[in-house]
């Protein structure tokens, strides 16, 4: 019997792809280096910030990495926010299962998902968050999940998770976790959706249980 939803943040909760392209383009032009190509951006839309700034530099030998980390930690991430949307239908979703299911979130988010959180008032929703900093690996790894299924005590047959990127395929095989692909229908997923309240029609979901 399903008891848990597990949330992808980036391009599930949030269409933050704009936000992602900001945010490294910012970094990228302090040290004088050209913005992300497309591909580029998809990766970083994915991947922890630490192998994303790698990622996009990775052609820059000439740029000192400690000074992009410390310019990194420097950069006040609320401005790049304002370029963040939020699903349309998540809080209708997190309103409807909050009473029969628990909600947790396993992200690449690092120090950002905190102010996420609370600058859209979503942290009442979620009983327990794992980032690419409180794993002790990020994703693909499977420790998020095994994190969050030791929190609650579930087994991973009473769990879901619903993301969007090839990283959250990985994320969910690697512990053999249902998996609904949120938005990309060439991802191999147990279900596929384009909406949060389309969810509810799903098999794992019974009205009135969890």
Not at 89 to 112: G, V
Request: charged share 20%.
């Amino acid at each position: 019997m399903l008891k848990l939803v597990i949330f992808d943040c980036d391009g599930v909760m949030f269409d933050s792809r704009e936000t992602n392209r900001a945010y490294y383009n910012q970094v990228l032009n302090q040290f004088g280096c050209p913005g992300m190509d497309e591909v580029e951006l998809e990766y970083v839309h994915t991947h922890n910030v630490f192998d994303s700034i790698t990622h996009i530099f990775r052609n820059h030998d000439h740029v000192n990495m400690d000074a992009i980390d410390q310019y990194r930690l420097s950069l006040d991430y609320a401005p790049f926010l304002d370029k963040m949307t939020i699903a349309p239908d998540l809080i209708m979703f997190l309103e409807t299962i909050a009473p029969n299911y628990h909600r947790a979130i396993s992200t690449n988010r690092t120090n950002t998902m905190d102010m996420v959180l609370d600058i859209f008032a979503l942290r009442h929703w979620f009983e327990f968050v794992v980032t690419a900093l409180t794993a002790p690996r990020p994703k693909p790894a499977p420790d998020g999940l095994h994190m969050i299924l030791n929190h609650f005590g579930f087994k991973v047959d009473e769990a879901v998770y619903i993301g969007d990127s090839t990283v959250d395929q990985e994320h969910c095989a690697a512990v053999g976790m249902e998996f609904i692909a949120f938005g990309n229908p060439v991802l191999k997923a147990d279900h596929h959706v384009d909406c949060f309240m389309d969810i509810l029609k799903l098999p794992p979901f019974t009205p009135g249980k969890g």
